[in-house]
């Protein structure tokens, strides 16, 4: 059985971060009144860790996209990891919980939520073109992982507005991920942004090196963070501790806008107005 440690690296701006695993760090969040969000990346299916790591080994330790290619340093999940994550954590999770996944779990996701009573939506896309190459060149590449959201049946949840069907990566957008598997800034803004509202405690029970902390500080939310792996907890630590004007704050894109399914000159004319 592995160890399940828990260690206070950092806290700073609002953030903090633990080298703990989810287990350990969900008394830690107990003790600080529960989260308005839960948003997290956690280890994926079997199938998705078995292709990442037999393409690695296939590299020879080689570059894609001008990146090394490394191995997991984590074991895949099944449905029993998130059937236990979800019992564990809804009861502490007052609003929104969003957890990005691969195809394998995203039902898994949705039994556990529904089993909880929560209200539970069509998974969304986070599209990054380039990120996961077919490297065998056998069939079509993955760009894709999915974002599935669940909410309770109660104000102010039910009354949220409507938001955004997914969250294609800008084109030109490049930033080095500090861990593997680890999800861009710009994405956990944006989910930060939808989901939470400012003085809200988010959590990240997977946090990996704390890109979700950090939107947290420029967003001006509160936020808790643990990782099992130590390397990635320390980088965490490192970067929620950087002096707070640094953390430049950012403006938010509002929440409810999307782009239009029509343009002007194709947009059909109806006599039912639209709900605002």
């Known amino acids: 059985m592995r160890p399940l440690l828990t260690s206070l690296l950092a806290s700073n701006a609002g953030a903090q971060m633990h080298h ?15 989260c308005d969000l839960l948003v997290t990346d956690t280890p994926y299916s079997a199938r998705t ?6 393409v690695t080994v296939g590299m020879n330790a080689g570059q894609l996209d001008g990146a090394t290619r490394r191995e997991l340093g984590y074991s895949s999940w099944g449905e029993a990891e998130v059937d236990a994550f979800v019992d564990a954590w809804v009861p502490v999770t007052r609003g929104w919980f969003v957890t990005i996944t691969d195809h394998v779990l995203g039902p898994a996701w ?4 529904v089993r909880h009573d929560r ?5 969304l896309p986070y599209y990054a073109p380039g990120s996961r190459v077919r490297a065998r060149g056998d069939g079509p590449s993955c760009w894709t992982t999915w974002i599935v959201v ?10 949220w507005g409507t938001l955004t069907g997914g969250y294609p990566l800008p084109p030109g957008y490049s930033e080095r991920m500090e861990v ?12 930060l942004a939808d989901y939470s509202k400012p003085g809200d405690m988010v959590v990240d029970p997977c946090a990996g090196a704390g890109t979700t902390l950090v939107a947290a500080q420029r967003l001006d939310r509160r936020a808790i963070g643990g990782d099992l792996l130590l390397e990635n907890a320390q980088k965490a630590a490192r970067r929620i501790s950087k002096p707070v004007q640094q953390l430049l704050r950012i403006e938010p894109t509002p929440r409810g806008e999307q ?11 109806s006599k039912i107005a639209r709900n605002g």
């Not at 703990?20 to 529960?34: C, F, Q, T």
């Not at 209200?119 to 998974?123: D, S």
């Open 20 to 34: 703990a695993s989810w287990e350990r760090l969900l008394p830690i969040v107990i003790a600080a009144g529960g």
């Open 49 to 54: 860790h078995a292709g990442h790591n037999d």
């Open 110 to 113: 949705e039994r556990a939520f």
């Open 119 to 123: 209200v539970t939506f069509p998974p």
């Open 150 to 159: 669940s909410r309770p049946r109660r104000k102010p949840y039910d009354r």
């Open 180 to 191: 593997v598997g680890g999800k861009p800034l710009w994405l956990m803004e944006r989910l």
């Open 259 to 269: 782009q239009p399914l029509f343009d002007e000159a194709s947009r059909p004319t």
